[in-house]
């Protein structure tokens, strides 16, 4: 009897050992590739990660693993909330399609017909445009002088339609005319449903799809009065493999938040594909990829790029990221979510599920004269119009030249021309397009777009190296004259009052004071611009621009007055003359590097 006894407790004993790893054997290949890619980064080159895995329109997998933050070991699950980055976009889109499909609005009608008439007047639209070519990345738009996210909560704005309005960008090129990833656009689509809806983006979007779906732990605006209860610490990844927190725990602040942003959860994020997956979205979906496809490479303008039945989104904010992959003709899905902003972990949903290569239609007609292509081109997210834009323009601009060889240097590549204005790798096995070189009606470059979805326009000739290099020579040289002479009148001024000498007069000191004050907040602005790049702009950089003006203006009207007094008394002061005309210089150079608000 003992013997027997002694059997079943070892037998029970070893079924309570084999148990755990039999519920945790991959049930089919797709789980065991996850499960792999999940060991090969997981504690490697990201602290944490959650993963959604649907196979057949049926939930695979919707897990965390590794830990959501190292110091309190909160390990990730289900409903760890991470930021989202650019999936934010996809609300935006599934928004504006399913509004559409009720018959509210038309996709293909002139923004205009929704919006305020006050609001158009301040786009200053040089093309009408639609709410497609807004979610395609088909308007036309440029960079934009505010980032996409802020180190403050107080950076970020009360209302969709301040944000917008805080900086218009410019309509670079006619709309359909280049697919170009724009986050105004995508913002500029969410307030064309705020005024067709008559509700506040977020409410609509929680009304229609995050509440029906049960996406409660979803946030489409995060600010510090929402501090979600079980939000994920974001992480940088180091050279010798070790994570250090971020600062403010990785938290970053939408400046144009249906654009990016967002919140969730894999929870969430899991009830939102099977969504996709079923016969309830499937109207919404298939649209959602028909508008994804589509231009000169096959590839669309929206953060979802999809080739025929699949599509992929890989994204990041500064400490967070995502990526996903999904295939409406089998409904299968794949998305990872990380507390580090990059790992190879990110590869596994476009691994999983292959987008494949799109065919392009390429262009008839004569071939282009590559002379006419030659000149200075710069990434279309670039931005001109302030200091810190024009400054880092050094980094993003590049050279297209013809070689004697008949082929075009563009980028890394030597450049073939297969079709009219469309080029491939001259290197290359294949003529596969790489490059496509894009014209307006009058037959100047108006964008050069390539198959990895980077756009281009040509730069002015006014911010090329040469140009460029000269007049910020002169900015530096001007404001440290205005700086020395204003301290040596200001010494030469206390001087002569201490010998008693009145001859220097106050009319001739003050505008040179001035025009101290003046370089002065110039200076600041550049030294800061120079030490931050794009993070400084900020609330204190754009003060410093408003100061910047007052102070011009200060010194102009001091300037008037100064020589009038002289000129009054038939004398033209001679530090009145050469300095007012070299301020009139330092103005013209202040203006043109954007250093003050005009």
């Not at 105004?184 to 929680?206: C, H, M």
């Not at 292959?354 to 670039?382: F, I, N």
Request: contains cysteine; negative net charge.
């Amino acid at each position: 009897m003992k013997k027997r006894i002694t059997f079943v407790l070892a037998l029970l004993l070893l079924l309570s050992c084999v148990m755990p790893i039999a519920a945790v054997a991959p049930a089919d290949g797709a789980v065991a590739a996850a499960q792999a890619a999940i060991s090969a980064a997981v504690g490697v080159d990201a602290p944490g990660a959650a993963i959604v895995l649907y196979e057949g329109g049926v939930l695979k997998m919707a897990d965390g693993f590794g830990y959501a933050d190292l110091d309190t070991r909160l390990l990730v699950t289900p409903d760890t909330v991470f930021e989202i980055g650019d999936f934010s976009a996809l609300f935006v889109a599934v928004a504006a399609l399913k509004l559409a499909n009720s018959g509210a609005f038309s996709l293909d009608a002139d923004i205009a017909t929704y919006l305020p008439d006050r609001f158009v007047k301040k786009l200053e639209l040089t093309y009408p445009i639609t709410t497609r070519q807004l979610l395609r990345g088909r308007a036309g738009f440029g960079g934009r002088i505010f980032d996409l996210s802020f180190e403050k909560p107080t950076h970020a704005f009360e209302s969709l339609e301040e944000a917008l309005l805080a900086d218009v960008p410019t309509q670079l090129f006619a709309p359909d005319t280049a697919t170009h990833r724009s986050a105004f656009g995508i913002a500029l689509a969410a307030f064309v449903i705020e005024n067709v809806t008559g509700k506040p983006y977020e409410q609509y979007v929680q009304d229609e799809l995050l509440s029906p779906l049960g996406m409660q732990q979803t946030v489409l605006h995060f600010t510090d009065k929402e501090q979600p209860e079980k939000a994920a610490t974001g992480y940088i990844y180091q050279a010798d493999g070790s994570f250090t927190e971020a600062p403010r725990g990785g938290r970053s602040y939408a400046g144009l938040y249906p654009a990016t942003g967002a919140l969730s959860t894999a929870a969430d994020l899991s009830r939102f594909l099977g969504w996709l997956a079923c016969a309830e979205g499937a109207s919404v979906r298939d649209q959602l990829l028909a508008t994804a496809s589509g231009d000169a490479f096959g590839m669309g303008g929206m953060v979802l790029t999809a080739v025929g039945t699949r599509a992929v989104l890989q994204t990041a904010t500064p400490y967070f990221s995502l990526s996903f992959s999904f295939d409406s003709a089998s409904g299968s899905s794949a998305l990872v979510l990380a507390n580090v902003c990059d790992t190879v972990l990110l590869d596994f949903p476009a691994a999983y599920m292959p987008l494949g290569t799109a065919s392009a239609t390429l262009p008839d007609g004569e071939m282009l004269d590559l002379k006419d292509l030659r000149g200075t081109y710069v990434s279309a997210d670039a931005e001109y119009r302030t200091f810190v834009g024009r400054l880092s323009i050094a980094q993003k601009r590049v050279s297209v030249r013809a070689n004697d060889d008949g082929t075009l240097q563009f980028l890394d590549m030597r450049l073939v021309q297969i079709a009219r204005g469309v080029f491939a790798d001259a290197d290359a096995d294949t003529n596969r397009p790489v490059v496509q070189f894009l014209l307006d009606h009058e037959g100047e470059v108006s964008a050069v777009v390539t198959a990895s979805g980077d756009t281009y326009t040509a730069l002015p000739f006014y911010l090329s190296r040469v140009p460029a290099a000269l007049l910020y020579g002169l900015l530096l040289l001007l404001m440290a004259w205005f700086l020395i002479s204003g301290v040596f009148a200001l010494l030469r001024y206390i001087t002569d009052r201490y010998n008693g000498d009145r001859s220097e007069r106050a009319v001739v000191l003050i505008p040179q004071l001035l025009a101290l004050l003046l370089a002065a907040f110039v200076g600041v602005q550049v030294l800061v611009a120079a030490r931050m790049g794009a993070s400084a702009l900020s609330s204190f950089y754009f003060a410093m621009r408003v100061m910047t003006l007052l102070a011009a203006i200060g010194t102009t009207v001091a300037y008037i007055i100064g020589f009038v007094a002289t000129m009054i008394e038939r004398e033209l002061h001679r530090r009145i003359a050469y300095t007012g005309i070299m301020l009139v210089v330092f103005l013209f150079v202040i203006g043109f590097w954007g250093l003050t608000v005009i």
